[in-house]
């Protein structure tokens, strides 16, 4: 069983399009980051939330840790095809857990 | 900077043999953590070691360990492989670690590709 459940698993859009996908716990995470991965290459760091509640903008890329802070969303504006990767949250619970990742496609 | 360097990229063990991967930290990271990543279950924590010590541990058999010499490069061993055992196994550095109440930035390498026949 996954701590950190993320959704959707699979995801395939049109260049343009807006899309959110999620990561959600039933435990309370100190911090919680967001990385982007792309084959054959480690994750890489977007973005790292602290306090409840709190949003975080990256350019076309909207992060919101849950109130709670047992959960935290992505919103990506106008997708690209350069966002195409494996998106992946992780929770600080006195070591990192990751979810098992949204697999974004963005077509041209 | 150098970043994480993970040695080998790719390898193919059969059965019941074992295998050492290899992980350089960026110059002055402390910590080193592992990871087993596979398309169904994604990344799985291994373990983390800070200044040679394992701080913590996650659920995998005995036959996955560990060690981080005095440079604070580490090593991870998996005896007695099964097929279950081919992943991709990605090493992190970082700072200061994952224990604190905030995690600094995770540091990958491109991982080492284990496919066992």
């Known amino acids: 069983t996954q701590l950190l459940e993320q959704s959707p698993q699979f995801l395939s859009i049109q260049e343009g399009e807006n899309l959110t996908v999620y990561c959600n716990s039933s435990s309370v995470f100190s911090s919680l980051q967001w990385y982007r991965q792309e084959p054959g290459e480690g994750p890489v760091l977007l973005v790292t939330v602290v306090t409840g509640g709190e949003v975080k903008k990256l350019k076309r890329l909207t992060f919101q840790f849950g109130d709670a802070r047992k959960d935290s969303s992505l919103h990506i504006t106008a997708a690209q095809p350069g966002d195409t990767g494996l998106y992946l949250c992780?929770?600080?619970?006195?070591?990192?857990?990751f979810g098992a990742g949204t697999r974004l496609t963005v077509k041209p | 900077k150098a970043g994480v360097t993970q040695t080998p990229r790719y390898l193919i063990k059969t059965r019941g043999q074992q295998v050492t991967l290899s992980c350089s930290p960026i110059s002055g990271h402390r910590s080193v953590s592992w990871y087993q990543q596979t398309p169904g279950q994604g990344l799985q924590f291994l373990f983390e070691?800070?200044?040679?010590?394992?701080?913590n541990k996650g659920n995998f058999p005995g036959r996955f360990s560990g060690r981080q010499f005095s440079n604070s490069r580490s090593e991870m061993n998996v005896s007695t492989l099964e097929l279950g055992d081919s992943a991709l196994y990605l090493c992190?550095?970082?700072?200061?670690?994952?224990?604190?109440?905030?995690?600094?930035?995770?540091?990958f390498g491109e991982g080492s590709r284990l496919t066992v026949l």
């Open positions: 070691y800070f200044s040679e010590t394992q701080r």
């Open positions: 992190a550095s970082s700072l200061a670690g994952t224990g604190g109440f905030v995690t600094g930035e995770l540091f």
């Open positions: 992780a929770g600080n619970n006195n070591d990192m857990r």
